[in-house]
């Protein structure tokens, strides 16, 4: 798909929004974000989970910004897609950070489903993986080990990361690189494996 179509009076919603009105900035979100979302951002990312942490913060930030947006052409689009790419990127540049992290933690948990039999002893046996994790996390700092409950055993959104944690996307990232390595040298003192890794 290429460049949608402009909103009718575009120029005038985006100048309502500006002064403020919210019901304005709702119409640019309805039919921006969802063309974002779709035809930018999960080719992009390759992750629906991710495109939408990324399109909530574009609007976050477009909304922010909005006061000094100078018009041009004939629609905001083209600005909420350079808003959201940016974000992206930033994404990008973390993710190789947080999928070494998910990995050990999908080997760590998923060594059980070459040992179980059945449900019940599945069951078991990931609850005692779980159990050494948890037993590694409290032996970190406690915003080492909050940070990872956070983003990989409770699945949050970076967003809600940062928001709990009372520091800033990038102060998100970079904290979560470093309780992993934290996390990974306290396994390798504990003697606790991922899968084939000794």
Same mark, same amino acid.
């Given at each position: 798909?290429?460049r949608?179509?402009?909103?009718?009076?575009?120029? $005038?919603?985006?100048?309502?929004?500006?002064?403020? /009105?919210?019901?304005?900035?709702?119409?640019?979100y309805?039919?921006?974000a969802?063309v974002?979302?779709?035809?930018?951002?999960?080719?992009?990312?390759?992750? +629906?989970?991710?495109?939408?942490?990324?399109?909530?913060?574009?609007?976050?930030?477009?909304?922010?910004?909005?006061?000094?947006?100078?018009?041009?052409? /004939?629609?905001?689009?083209?600005?909420?897609?350079?808003?959201a790419?940016?974000?992206?990127? /930033?994404?990008?540049?973390?993710?190789? +950070?947080?999928?070494?992290?998910?990995?050990?933690?999908?080997?760590?948990?998923?060594?059980?489903?070459k040992?179980? +039999?059945?449900?019940?002893?599945?069951?078991?046996?990931?609850?005692? &993986?779980?159990?050494?994790?948890?037993?590694?996390?409290?032996?970190?700092?406690?915003?080492?080990?909050?940070?990872?409950?956070? +983003?990989? &055993?409770?699945d949050?959104?970076?967003?809600?990361?940062?928001? &709990?944690?009372?520091? $800033?996307?990038?102060?998100?990232?970079?904290?979560?690189y470093r309780?992993v390595?934290?996390?990974?040298?306290?396994?390798?003192?504990?003697?606790?494996?991922?899968?084939?890794?000794?």
């Open positions: 798909m290429g949608p179509a402009p909103l009718p009076d575009e120029q $005038k919603i985006v100048e309502r929004a500006q002064r403020g /009105d919210k019901r304005a900035f709702e119409k640019i309805r039919a921006y969802p974002l979302f779709s035809y930018v951002l999960v080719p992009m990312l390759g992750d +629906r989970d991710d495109a939408q942490d990324c399109v909530r913060e574009a609007f976050i930030s477009a909304h922010k910004a909005l006061p000094k947006y100078e018009w041009r052409g /004939d629609s905001i689009y083209p600005w909420l897609k350079t808003l790419k940016n974000k992206a990127r /930033d994404l990008l540049r973390a993710s190789g +950070r947080r999928q070494r992290l998910r990995g050990a933690y999908s080997e760590h948990l998923e060594v059980g489903d040992v179980a +039999r059945n449900p019940a002893e599945e069951a078991l046996h990931c609850q005692g &993986l779980r159990t050494q994790i948890e037993g590694v996390l409290d032996t970190l700092n406690p915003r080492y080990a909050r940070v990872l409950r956070l +983003r990989l &055993l409770e949050r959104g970076r967003e809600e990361c940062a928001e &709990l944690l009372e520091v $800033k996307i990038g102060t998100l990232d970079v904290l979560l309780a390595r934290a996390f990974r040298t306290a396994c390798e003192k504990q003697g606790v494996a991922f899968g084939d890794n000794k």
